[in-house]
């Protein structure tokens, strides 16, 4: 992973604008898993996340869901630069669990270009589950270069770099309680000069 140095994280913290506030985060990932839960009907679902994204907005809703669903993770990659996936995605970790037969929820933090969806559906679907149900915290359309429908959304969001609530940028911000938007300036102008292949997480 590329890393950036103190002076320029500094800088970018100090001019994140704040997109959605952690109580709206709050508010709505309670009223998700309300929703979820209705529809369940006392099954207990297995809930698939990617790594490492989701992983804030996964523990946050699934603690609010009864029965208690059971949790596997994968680990995807692609490799593109700076704040610009590529369209080549590797799985580096498969799901543990097996899932045929049963009711699997899909939790992502962001869905715009459609791309780690597409592969964490078709990785589900492939296993025969009974049912499959999709949330994200985020959508973001204007990226979009697959055909994903969320069942479930969160927020939309507008076509900005966001980190914070699990999300980063070169590793940093995941831990911020705020979903935040980067400075204009940091979303072009990746350190270290872009260099080709870096391996960063999908979107």
């Known amino acids: 992973m590329v890393t950036i140095g103190e002076e320029r994280a500094a800088a970018i913290e100090r001019e994140l604008e704040v997109l959605i506030p952690a109580s709206e985060i709050a508010r709505r990932v309670g009223e998700l898993a309300a929703e979820i839960q209705s529809s369940l009907a006392g099954e207990r679902v297995v809930a698939v996340s990617a790594l490492i994204g989701g992983f804030v907005f996964l523990s946050d809703l699934i603690r609010q869901i009864r029965p208690a669903p059971t949790v596997d993770l994968a680990h995807l990659r692609s490799y593109g630069t700076g704040t610009r ?4 995605i590797t799985l580096l970790r498969p799901l543990d669990q097996p899932i045929r037969g049963r009711h699997v929820l899909i939790v992502e933090d962001i869905v715009d270009t459609g791309q780690t969806a ?10 025969s589950p009974a049912a499959m149900t999709f949330v994200t915290l985020l ?19 507008t076509n900005r770099f966001v980190v914070g609530y699990g999300l980063d940028y070169a ?8 979903v935040c938007a980067l400075p204009r300036w940091a979303e072009d102008a990746w350190p270290d000069g872009s260099p080709p292949g870096e391996a960063r997480a999908p979107r």
């Open 85 to 88: 996936s590529s369209d080549h």
């Open 118 to 127: 597409r592969f964490l559906i078709d990785m589900v679907r492939a296993e």
């Open 139 to 157: 959508n973001k359309p204007a990226r979009r270069k697959v055909h994903i429908e969320p069942d479930l959304v969160g927020f939309e969001v």
């Open 171 to 178: 590793g940093l911000f995941r831990s911020l309680p705020d």
